[in-house]
């Protein structure tokens, strides 16, 4: 089940029609059919799919909308109603209200007021347990500087090329926030918005705090300065997260290197995996074992606990067995060492999968991404083969 809507629109106005449908396209993870010739009213069997939004004209008759209404839950008794008007008078805007629709957009329809009045319908159905809310991955270095905000945002880069799939990259490395440079985004807002006015948290103004990376691909930028992350607490997080993963399929979070604090633990006790990136080095492996010890002090489970080894080099000093041995824990994904294509990718502010998407490691961010969404990490091949294409 994914968090997709389905949306129908049924105008008269044909010119209307199309512009709607065009701006509704453009909102991640909607499926918008057209209806005509009343076929809504002729009920369920006319149209192929449940429709979770119905767009309706308004014949400024209230009394003959009512029945239009009635006929159409009828066959569609779920759906959430939008009549799209461009008369203003409150007193109709009330008695059409009155018939019970959820929305009424006046002509031209603005798109903000469409985008979120169509994602609190996302939200209320995801609260029902109607839809599906979307998955968390984490990612946190063992040790600075590893690779945790490369892998992040390919990762959601990835995720986000699949048909009809919504990623949210959520920037909690806060005291460093990379990410955004890897995106080559200016962000006008961040996490720290959100937080400072708390009390308005709701679908839409989480979507209105969101930076636009790519076309499926939002981004929730760090705060611009350290000193704002001190008011960023647990419970903030958990919210941001938990409204975040009903409006998205996916959600990847990119967390400070290290270190575990407040927010960090809401992001990996929301998570079905957290990463924990390391290289084949001694200071890595110690810290990596450090931090799964910590981890299992705050009572995170260690089946979601992965190690995944960064900047891999085939017949290094340091043995994959021997990492494994003094971590207790399989090394569930290798990616290959590859200096060159990274730094380019990154200080051209494009992920690698975009800028060079044939490189090797493009190719094994990609397979990685898939890996997730198939949930078979843990099987025998981890990215990368070695002799005679065995895999390693
Ligand atoms: N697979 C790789 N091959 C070669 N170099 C890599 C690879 N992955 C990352 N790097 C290099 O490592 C650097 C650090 O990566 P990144 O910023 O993702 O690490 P981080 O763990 O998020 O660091 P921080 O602790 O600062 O948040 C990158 O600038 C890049 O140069
Ligand atoms: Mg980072």
């Keep these: 089940m994914a968090n997709k809507l389905n949306i129908a629109v049924e105008l008269a106005d044909s010119h209307l029609a199309t512009d709607l449908i065009k701006t509704l396209g453009a909102i991640p993870n909607v499926e918008v059919v057209q209806w005509f010739d009343s076929m809504g009213e002729k009920g369920a069997l006319a149209v192929k799919d449940a429709q979770q939004i119905i767009f309706i004209d308004d014949n400024q008759d209230s009394k003959q909308l009512s029945t239009r209404l009635a006929l159409l839950r009828e066959s569609f008794p779920e759906a959430a109603y939008f009549v799209v008007a461009s008369d203003q008078r409150p007193q109709h805007i009330i008695e059409v209200m009155k018939i019970g629709v959820a929305e009424y957009l006046v002509t031209p329809i603005d798109t903000k007021v469409l985008h979120n009045a169509v994602e609190d319908i996302r939200v209320k159905l995801a609260n029902a347990g109607k839809i599906a809310c979307g998955s968390v991955y984490s990612f946190i270095s063992s040790k600075g500087g590893l690779g945790s905000s490369v892998i992040a945002v390919n990762t959601a880069y ?39 006015n708390f009390h308005r948290m709701d679908a839409s103004f989480l979507s209105a705090a969101m930076t636009k990376a790519f076309n499926q691909l939002d981004f929730l930028a760090a705060p611009a300065s350290p000193n704002d992350c001190q008011e960023i607490n647990g419970e903030h997080i958990s919210a941001i997260i938990e409204l975040g993963k009903k409006l998205y399929d996916h959600l990847v979070i990119d967390c400070t290197s290290m270190q575990i604090n407040e927010g960090s633990l809401e ?126």
Aim: charged content about 25%; proline content about 4%.
């Design 267 to 392: 992001a990996f006790d929301a998570s079905e995996k957290i990463f924990v990136v390391i290289d084949l080095s001694v200071p890595a492996i110690r810290n990596a074992a450090r931090l799964c010890e910590l981890l299992e002090k705050h009572q995170v489970p260690s089946d979601k606990v992965e190690i995944i080894a960064n900047r891999f080099i085939k017949g290094g000093t340091l043995s994959l067995a021997e990492v494994e041995k003094t971590l207790e824990k399989r090394v569930a994904w290798l990616f290959p060492n590859d200096f060159k294509s990274v730094i380019s990718s990154i200080n051209k502010g494009v992920p690698l999968l975009k800028f060079s998407p044939g490189c090797p490691l493009a190719k094994n961010l990609s397979s990685f991404a898939e890996t997730l969404t198939k949930q078979n990490l843990n099987e025998k091949f981890r990215g990368i083969r070695g002799t005679f294409g065995r895999a390693i």
């Design 158 to 196: 990835s995720l986000s090329q699949k048909k009809a799939t919504s990623v949210a990259l959520l920037d909690l490395s806060l005291q460093s926030g990379d990410a955004s440079v890897m995106l080559d985004v200016l962000p006008e807002t961040s996490i720290s918005d959100l937080v400072k």
